[in-house]
């Protein structure tokens, strides 16, 4: 049964950093890459639009949700703590030409924020012609996660349809959030279930990522493209299947590792939304959890038996995932029989487009293409009706461009199988 609390005062304006955050605070300190955890949202705006309306509606849109204008500042024994509103996060409206706008998106979407101080969100507006314009936002991941983004573009929908209302304050923070979190980890449940998921772990003999040994361990990418994704009756599979479609991609990536990495059992770590604490799900904040998967290639499998004994292990994966990955981690790295010490190995994060929707423009989201590997392999996919889209990140040291390349083609490939795998044809009657 899961450990659930409420926090007992709403409305915390500074609280530590919770497992999750702290992991990525350590991690952008000791990687030294800046933009490792640096985020954006881009969108173009393609109507009648007036730049001073549209800056005061996102103005109003930041200044609704705190943590875009939080810091973290050292607290008691120099331990960082997320203390909110050290900020007010103001529109940057500049005009640009068009020859000019592929790199000023380029250069500013890696400018700032800075992590020591902050401020940690920039909001900027390029206008282009008077009928073109490009919103960014950039902030670093402490800051939101992909949910947190679409809680504030809906935010922004509402202050764009009427200027005059503003949102409502107050009501719970990712600061209240992160004292529950912490209470909820620290509790005696909460350390005996963290073991029990470390123990159904521990049997798995682990196969280490093979090294080229011939990069250096830089962050590269490899995109999958609108069309390149195209997968038919995805969805539909799903439904007739009775799983999901986050099921399915989970299969097609287990697939991708055995035969390109050939990894035969392997721990593939699932990004979750982590927002387990009820009345959270409209709270703007770094909240994702990671979820460890143990996964098979199941080259030997019919692809049925596969799909369906993955779906499982992922659905009971992800209804722990109010335990912290460090939690389990912790348990797992005392575990002496021989293991990679690095794990999870490979990443799954997958999610639905965050849309856009401002009355009287047509909004189209604008991917800037950053090599971000924050780990080994990192498989990132949207996905939708029309089939999926994303990016593989992955380090230099780990997988060369054509594994990569290769990795993406099996991926896809496995996936657009599935729906003929999963779904019989009606008998003839």
């Given amino acids: 049964m899961a450990v659930r ?25 000791m990687t030294g890459d800046p933009t490792l955890y640096r985020e ?26 705190p943590a875009f204008g939080a810091a973290v500042l050292p607290g008691l024994h120099g331990v960082p703590e997320l203390h909110l509103d050290q900020h007010i996060i103001e529109v940057e409206h500049r005009h640009v030409t068009e020859g000019e706008l592929a790199d000023v998106l380029d250069h500013e979407s890696l400018t700032g924020p800075a992590l020591d101080g902050g401020p940690l969100t920039r909001c900027l507006l390029l206008s282009v012609t008077p009928e073109r314009h ?42 209240d959030a992160n004292l529950a979190y912490l ?6 449940a909460a350390r005996e279930r963290a073991r029990a998921a470390a123990d159904r772990l521990t049997g798995l003999a682990l196969q280490p990522l093979p090294r080229t040994g011939a990069g250096a361990g830089a962050s590269r990418r490899e995109v999958i493209g609108e069309g390149d994704g195209a997968v038919d009756g995805l969805a539909q599979a799903a439904v007739a299947a009775r799983l999901t479609v986050p099921m399915l991609l989970a299969a097609a990536c287990r697939r991708a590792a055995g035969e390109v990495l050939g990894l035969e059992d392997f721990l593939l770590g699932c990004v ?8 959270f799900e409209k709270v703007v904040g770094c909240f994702v959890n990671t979820v460890l998967v143990p996964a098979n290639s199941g080259l030997e499998l019919p692809v049925r038996e596969h799909v369906r004994s993955g779906a499982r292990e992922l659905a009971a994966a992800v209804a722990r995932q109010d335990i912290p990955f460090t939690a389990v981690a912790g348990h797992l790295l005392r575990d002496a029989r021989p293991r990679p010490r690095a794990f ?20 189209r989201r604008i991917r800037i293409p950053h090599a971000q590997a924050k780990f080994d392999v990192t498989l990132i996919v949207e996905y939708d009706r029309g089939g ?3 990016v ?17 083609r099996v991926f896809l490939a496995r996936l657009r199988e599935l729906p003929g795998a999963l779904v019989r044809p009606s008998p003839a009657r």
Avoid: N
Avoid at 40 to 65: I, Q, S
Avoid at 156 to 170: K, V
Avoid at 183 to 188: D, G, I, K, L, P
Avoid at 347 to 357: F, H, K, N
């Fill in 183 to 188: 209470a909820a980890a620290e509790s005696a």
């Fill in 5 to 29: 609390s409420t926090p007992a005062v709403v409305g915390a304006r500074h609280a530590p950093l919770s497992p999750a955050q702290f992991a990525i605070w350590l991690r952008d300190r």
């Fill in 134 to 175: 490009v919103m960014l936002m950039v902030w670093h991941h402490l800051v939101a996660d992909g949910m947190a983004l679409r809680v504030l573009l809906e935010t922004l929908q509402d202050c764009w349809d009427d200027p005059a209302r503003l949102p409502e304050a107050g009501g719970p923070t990712v600061c």
């Fill in 388 to 390: 999926v889209h994303g």
């Fill in 40 to 65: 954006h949202a881009c969108y173009e705006l393609l109507g009648p639009l007036d730049p001073k309306r549209f800056a005061a509606a996102l103005r109003a849109a930041v200044a609704a949700h």
């Fill in 392 to 408: 593989l990140q992955y380090r230099d040291d780990v997988l060369t461009p054509a594994t990569a390349q290769r990795f993406v």
């Fill in 272 to 279: 979750t939304a982590g927002r387990w604490l009820p009345d």
């Fill in 344 to 363: 999870p190995q490979i990443y799954l994060s997958m999610d639905t487009p965050t849309p856009l929707r401002l009355t009287g423009l047509e909004c």
